[in-house]
């Protein structure tokens, strides 16, 4: 072990007077002052243990049993509390270094501001908040606690000024993992579209997920009939307007109805025809006369009997993309025959935009 410089002076006086010891000088200004030439020294440790510290309290030993109490000047590794080494790179869980640039280390030698090595506890419903001081910050943001605000449960109130744009961003290229159920207490979004009143999330497995009307939520929906009388020749069914629940998006005239919202639609056709037979047979033709749409070509209908009329009875369901602006129709002739009449129900709904 290092021996104590000299000499030691010891100055006091009769107990009315100030007493100062001087450990290195004759002139000591405090109670205690220690010098060793530019700089102060104080030890205090086993006999067995040596270093160079500036400020060492140790019960240390030769063998590094013991506990620490450091300011180090010579390593500038500043205040260091350890039971193990004072040197940079000691990992102990007993040990805690604050450096001279501000550093922080808590079982571990600091590279930031706080560098902990081991389990962090807050107590109680202490808040951790990130930001603190920022300007314009709302109050709360930032903030993270264990019950925080009445909920039940950890809370994380996120960054931004005022409590109508706080916001959390997740960056998880990976994928992120809920075991549990989700509730949303405000619109759900996708891609930044938050969908409007009716439209449901949809995808087709491989590309992103968008949001489109459901098939009944909506209130483009219409039903026609009518009662065509016919002749050879082609000739368009007149319309009769059985329901129409959004006449903005669907325009029915006389004879064609106008589809102004782009979108996928379901069509369900009721046909019920009695054809006039001269001879054996008719060959009768129903079709959509947007789009080439043939229901019947050239349909054969065979006399019931002795009358000379033929009864056909047909039902027909499709899908098909329509375009804002279209004009559809159904039109009737006949290519064997003299004529007859064509009674039918067409419904209508839109099922996705």
């Not at 902990?116 to 807050?122: E, T």
């Not at 082609?234 to 106008?258: E, K, Q, R, W």
Request: proline share 4%; glycine share 16%.
């Amino acid at each position: 072990m290092r021996k104590l410089l000299t000499p030691l002076v010891i100055a006091f006086s009769l107990p009315s007077f100030a007493q100062n010891v001087g450990i290195g000088t004759a002139t000591p200004a405090e109670k205690l002052e220690v010098r060793n030439g530019l700089r102060s020294t104080v030890k205090i440790s086993s006999g067995s243990f040596n270093d160079t510290t500036g400020l060492l309290l140790s019960n240390r030993n030769g063998s590094n049993q013991g506990t620490d109490f450091s300011i180090n000047s010579i390593r500038e590794e500043g205040l260091f509390l350890s039971s193990l080494s004072d040197l940079p790179g000691n990992t102990s869980a007993n040990s805690l270094v604050i450096r001279p640039g501000g550093q922080i280390g808590v079982g571990i030698f600091p590279t930031a501001k706080l560098d902990i090595n081991g389990g962090v506890k807050l107590q109680g419903l202490n808040l951790f908040e990130f930001g603190a001081g920022v300007a314009g910050k709302e109050v709360n943001a930032g903030k993270v606690g264990y019950n925080a605000f009445g909920q039940n449960g950890l809370t994380i109130v996120g960054g931004g000024t005022n409590v109508t744009n706080r916001a959390v961003f997740f960056y998880a290229e990976g994928g992120t993992t809920m075991n549990g159920p989700l509730n949303i207490g405000g619109p759900l979004r996708i891609n930044g579209n938050a969908g409007t009143a009716g439209q449901v999330l949809t995808s087709n497995g491989t590309g992103d997920p968008v949001w489109e009307s459901t098939a009944y939520g909506n209130s483009t929906r219409f039903g026609l009939s009518f009662t065509h009388n016919f002749t050879t020749g082609h000739s368009l069914a007149p319309l009769s307007t059985l329901y129409n629940l959004t006449p903005a998006d669907v325009t029915i005239g006389a004879n064609s109805f106008t589809i102004n919202k782009t979108g996928l639609y379901h069509f369900d056709i009721i046909l019920n025809s009695g054809i006039s037979i001269p001879g054996t047979y008719a060959a009768f033709n129903f079709y959509f006369s947007s789009g080439g749409i043939d229901f019947l070509q050239d349909e054969p209908v065979y006399p019931l009997g002795a009358t000379g009329i033929g009864k056909l009875n047909k039902s027909f369901s499709f899908d098909m993309h329509v375009t804002a602006g279209t004009v559809l129709s159904f039109g009737s002739y006949v290519a064997l025959g003299t004529g007859g009449i064509n009674t039918g129900r067409v419904f209508c709904h839109l099922v996705n935009e």
